[in-house]
């Protein structure tokens, strides 16, 4: 089945540095990229996704680029701030008609005033 | 819309027991999802329903097991409970169609087992 590797496990960043999470991935038929955030306390939330015929996905102070060839793919946030702090999962999953995600082990994310 | 219910949201119980947990999806959503999360493994996928037919398993021993109602709501059920149950579970739902579908997460329900 499909394995998922997420690194680093923890990350500590200044306010206003940016902050990278890379994950690989093992099913070359893996097409559906989600990234979610969990705050302490609280339910996991999609932030962004990619789907694999996409390079590079942007939204505001997020981006996720996927290399498809190497199977991995990465979380890019520029310009943190103190509420980007929480634990971050990558995941890879077959579309099609059942949901079977494959979930990292999460990165924690501390954001330094 | 409401979002995903999980209830319990807390249970304590002692190995050897058995536990149910239930799951609303968010209204219209067909599709439910159920993870065991813990420290350091993440997020673990136990399976999957649609239509009152589990689509997918994880790899979980099968004391773990679940159905789906005609309503969409879903149970998980943990039978002979071992100390290494104690975890979050979370369940999520997502609408159906081609494609992939974003899945909606439940506050989870935090299972201790003593």
């Known amino acids: 089945g499909e394995n998922v590797e997420q690194h680093p496990s923890t990350l500590s960043v200044q306010e206003g540095d940016s902050a990278v999470i890379k994950c690989t991935y093992s099913d070359s038929a893996s097409n559906y990229f989600p990234w979610y955030k969990q705050e302490l306390g609280k339910r996991p939330q999609l932030i962004i996704d990619?789907?694999?015929?996409?390079g590079e996905k942007k939204d505001q102070r997020i981006a996720v680029t996927l290399n498809k060839t190497a199977k991995h793919f990465s979380l890019h946030i520029t310009e943190t701030q103190p509420e980007d702090s929480a634990v971050y999962f990558c995941?890879?999953?077959?579309?099609?008609?059942?949901?079977?995600?494959?979930f990292g082990t999460g990165t924690k994310l501390q954001v330094i005033p | 819309k409401a979002g995903v219910t999980q209830t319990p949201r807390y249970l304590i119980k002692t190995r050897g027991q058995q536990v149910t947990l239930s799951c609303s999806p968010i209204s219209g959503h067909r599709s439910v999802s159920w993870y065991q999360q813990t420290p350091g493994q993440g997020l673990q996928f136990l399976f999957e329903y649609f239509s009152e037919t589990q689509r997918n398993k994880g790899n979980f021993p099968g004391r773990f097991s679940g159905r789906q109602f005609s309503n969409s709501r879903s149970e998980m059920n943990v039978s002979t409970l071992e100390l290494g149950d104690s975890a979050l579970y979370l369940c999520?739902?997502?609408?159906?169609?081609?494609?992939?579908?974003?899945?909606?997460f439940g506050p989870g329900t935090r299972l201790t087992v003593l």
């Open positions: 990619i789907r694999s015929n996409v």
């Open positions: 999520a739902s997502s609408s159906t169609g081609t494609g992939p579908r974003e899945q909606f």
């Open positions: 995941a890879a999953s077959i579309s099609g008609g059942y949901q079977k995600v494959t």
